[in-house]
């Protein structure tokens, strides 16, 4: 998941297969801070809920699921690359 180290990720891609590949990347980002076994979070029940929550996003063009993971994204590299994280 190399790509998600940077701010040139073309989510859009994630698109190509109805966002499928997202969902591993989104349970990456969290394991990346360690917040699964902080909080006692099955990684399992993380796949199935962020699957979930891709399911039950409306389809518009603007709040959809694209949107959830680009903000989410942003957020991780914010925290990532910056003071933030302390």
Not at 13 to 28: C, E, G, H, K, R
Request: charged share 15%; proline share 2%.
């Amino acid at each position: 998941f190399e790509q998600l180290h940077s701010w040139d990720f073309d989510y859009f891609t994630l698109m190509q297969d109805n966002y499928q590949s997202a969902i591993p990347m989104l349970v990456f980002m969290f394991n990346e801070f360690g917040l699964c076994e902080k909080y006692g979070i099955e990684e399992q029940k993380l796949y199935s809920f962020c699957i979930a929550c891709k399911q039950h996003y409306y389809d518009n063009p603007y709040h959809n699921f694209l949107h959830a993971f680009n903000v989410l994204h942003v957020c991780y590299l914010l925290l990532r690359q910056t003071s933030l994280r302390q």
